[in-house]
């Protein structure tokens, strides 16, 4: 069974920093695109960041340009979402996804993680 498995989440200070890991599993993980999506309460989900099979490509929204980096480990079946200078917006679940790059952009990956908690304290 193919899974996705979030972690790194927790509290931090805004300013401060968080690294989040999505480890995959019972899928061919270098073969699959992969991106990161939050959903704030009440809001909508949003995707942040996007990376290639290999590693090369990367996208981020505008949102966290500059501020988050995402990067790949294929052998280590892992994906990392490196969190820098924190705000209360960035405040979320954050979610990982793996898929070709159709499903990604639509919002429908062949694989979702569960979420991984990330709250910034004033």
């Known amino acids: 069974e193919a899974q996705l498995l979030e972690s790194g989440g927790g509290m931090v200070q805004v300013g401060g920093s968080l690294r989040l890991s999505c480890v995959g599993s019972?899928?061919?993980?270098?073969?699959?695109?992969m991106s990161w999506v939050r959903q704030a309460p009440g809001k909508g989900p949003e995707w942040i960041s996007s990376?290639?099979?290999?590693?090369?490509?990367?996208y981020y929204a505008d949102s966290v340009k500059g501020r988050f980096t995402i990067s790949r480990d294929n052998a280590k079946s892992t994906m990392y979402l490196q969190m820098n200078n924190l705000k209360p917006e960035d405040e979320a679940v954050y979610y990982c996804?793996?898929?070709?790059?159709?499903?990604?952009?639509?919002?429908?990956?062949?694989?979702w993680g569960q979420g991984t908690q990330v709250a910034v304290s004033a």
């Open positions: 990376i290639s099979t290999g590693g090369a490509t990367t």
């Open positions: 996804g793996a898929g070709t790059w159709d499903r990604l952009l639509s919002g429908t990956p062949d694989y």
């Open positions: 019972g899928f061919t993980f270098r073969r699959f695109h």
